[in-house]
């Protein structure tokens, strides 16, 4: 077992944790060919699937003994994080997508909200059927018409848009006020300005490629 305190990278990674992991996940991260990181028991799925492993990161409360492991180690016992927080943590990366962190326990998927959205590392959450990211200040996006977006807001937030078929003109939005779910794109061309505060970006699961080609890194 090689200990190490952090990883860097210039493009971006996949992570898997040990929530909920179908095949599809399994596949995407096959084909995606990124090097490969496990949050605590996350790597068992690594492990059953074969897949090459670039570092595991956690507690290892979830794991077997790690002595002879042939991948770097990031041993972290602190119990104030959870495992996603602590990978987002040791791995600077261009982005990272997270597989494993939403679907099963509601609070588990909560959590995974809120570290992401207090963590400086941009991090996709794999769903089953979506993504979830920060917003940036400033997105600009081509997308096919008729795509489903959402707008989640982590607390006060004034937002902008254009393209939308329910546009955002200066609304502050609040997660115990208005939000914006469940809108679509009317033009190919969407913008989106956060002027104030903080919120989740949610798009099919479908078109990652396309956000992450477009994302303002």
């Not at 493009?11 to 084909?31: A, P, R, W």
């Not at 959402?150 to 955002?168: D, H, I």
């Amino acid at each position: 077992m090689t200990n190490t305190n952090h990883f860097t990278f210039t493009q971006g990674v996949n992570l898997i944790g040990g929530g909920s992991v179908n095949e599809q996940d399994i596949n995407d991260i096959i084909k995606s060919g990124k090097n490969l990181f496990c949050a605590d028991s996350g790597l068992n799925y690594a492990l059953e699937n074969n897949l090459v492993v670039s570092g595991l990161i956690g507690d290892l409360d979830s794991v077997g003994s790690q002595k002879d492991a042939p991948y770097p180690v990031l041993f972290d016992q602190s119990q104030d994080t959870n495992d996603l927080e602590k990978s987002l943590n040791a791995i600077k990366a261009k982005y990272i997508i997270c597989y494993g962190f939403l679907g099963g326990r509601m609070d588990h998927s909560l959590a995974s909200f809120n570290v992401i959205s207090k963590s400086k590392q941009i991090a996709f959450l794999i769903g089953e059927e979506d993504i979830c990211v920060v917003c940036p200040k400033h997105l600009k996006l081509h997308l096919p018409i008729g795509t489903r977006f959402a707008l989640f807001p982590m607390g006060e937030t004034l937002a902008k848009s254009k393209g939308l078929k329910w546009n955002l003109d200066g609304i502050l939005l609040s997660p115990k006020g208005r939000i914006s779910t469940s809108n679509e794109n009317v033009e190919e061309h969407i913008e989106i300005w956060i002027d104030d505060g903080l919120a989740l970006a949610i798009f099919p699961r479908k078109i990652l490629p396309k956000i992450i080609n477009q994302w303002p890194f």
